[in-house]
């Protein structure tokens, strides 16, 4: 696609329930990453994607959190047990490379909302 | 450890008026910098980057900032604001390999006419 999408846009979930959040990455980004941003917060690293390395998942907060990514495709973010503190913008970022001057390009996000 | 400040949670400027964004920034070693755009609705937009080079690095939107290394610091800065720019401002800073970019909290910038 054009850009990067994320679905659902906005999600609304029961806390103990579990929520899974999709990222279709820009065609042909070998890179994709996930962020949490808070409510007045900046954007919270999570995880991410390089090709088929091993992904660098040292953001995830908990063992509630996981992601996957099949190949160079579509990511899906995982959250168990959902809690009140999860409730945020999840931020999905996808680039056409692993250097650092590689731009990223962001979704418009997932908005969780754990009542 | 890593970290980017920004000093400002809001800022008001006039319409027409000059703008400086503050980011100020820990890191090890020389860092990739980025500031990024996140208007009402929309995805994070890039603005501009630093990795090397002149210290004033140009960007869309007829915004630039200058990086000190002595400072530590990246502002972001416009001569002449419009209503459209209206939006929370993000400085990031990320390595030379691989993009782990770590994020400031924002500056909300309002603009009034």
């Known amino acids: 696609g054009a850009g990067v999408s994320q679905s659902p846009s906005n999600k609304v979930t029961e806390k103990g329930k579990d929520v899974e959040l999709r990222c279709d990455p820009i065609?042909?980004?070998?890179?994709l990453y996930w962020y949490r941003q808070r409510l007045g917060q900046g954007l919270e690293f999570l995880i991410y994607f390089q090709g088929n390395s091993a992904p660098d998942k040292s953001g995830l907060p908990s063992d509630r959190f996981s992601a996957e990514r099949t190949g160079e495709s579509v990511s899906t973010l995982t959250i168990q047990r959902t809690q009140q503190e999860d409730s945020a913008v999840y931020l999905c970022?996808?680039?056409?490379?692993?250097?650092?001057?590689?731009?990223?390009?962001f979704g418009q996000g997932t908005r969780l909302t754990v009542v | 450890a890593q970290s980017v400040t920004q000093p400002d949670i809001h800022i008001t400027v006039s319409e027409g008026a000059s703008l400086e964004l503050r980011c100020n920034y820990s890191?090890?070693?020389?860092?990739?910098l980025f500031w990024y755009v996140q208007s009402p609705g929309q995805g994070l937009q890039l603005l501009l980057k630093y990795f090397s080079g002149d210290t004033l690095v140009q960007g869309i939107k007829g915004f630039e900032a200058e990086f000190k290394r002595s400072q530590s610091s990246f502002n972001l800065r416009k001569p002449s604001v419009h209503w459209s720019d209206a939006a929370e401002y993000f400085c990031?800073?990320?390595?030379?390999?691989?993009?782990?970019?770590?994020f400031g909290a924002g500056t909300i910038l309002r603009v009034k006419s």
């Open positions: 990031a800073v990320g390595p030379p390999y691989g993009n782990k970019l770590v």
């Open positions: 065609s042909g980004h070998t890179a």
């Open positions: 890191y090890g070693a020389t860092p990739y």
């Open positions: 970022a996808s680039s056409s490379g692993q250097g650092g001057h590689t731009e990223a390009f």
